[in-house]
């Protein structure tokens, strides 16, 4: 059986995937953190995301993206409000060629009953 904060992530990734920005942002918990390439970058709202998340899929798709794939996933830490979660993602041109993987430690939280990502934090290879 897979844990709240895993099925979070697929979630995620599904709407990642579909570029569904508005099922994108309704997969996350706000304020919504991530930490990538040394800066913090903070959304407030759910509409916030959905217009940030439109607005990267052009650099997505400049850079040969097709589709995202976790490589690994595993729970490092696990509450009845929160998980801790270590991933490996890979992304993908249209062929299935991985072009870029990183390391991510993404954090699940329960909010008004509702399971969602609320915290990413990357490594870049």
Not at 28 to 37: K, S
Not at 44 to 67: F, K, P, Q, T
Request: some cysteine; charged content about 20%; glycine content about 6%.
């Amino acid at each position: 059986m897979e844990s709240n904060g895993i099925t979070a992530v697929h979630a995620f990734i599904d709407a990642f995937n579909a570029q569904d920005h508005e099922m994108l942002a309704a997969s996350l918990n706000y304020p919504h953190l991530r930490l990538a390439n040394g800066r913090f970058l903070e959304v407030e709202s759910a509409a916030e995301y959905a217009r940030l998340s439109d607005s990267l899929e052009s650099r997505l798709r400049g850079e040969g993206w097709d589709h995202t794939v976790i490589r690994s996933i595993s729970v490092v830490h696990s509450g009845e409000q929160k998980e801790h979660i270590a991933l490996t993602i890979d992304r993908c041109d249209a062929t299935g060629h991985v072009y870029n993987s990183f390391d991510t430690l993404w954090i699940a939280t329960l909010v008004d009953d509702h399971w969602g990502i609320q915290f990413r934090s990357s490594f870049l290879r």
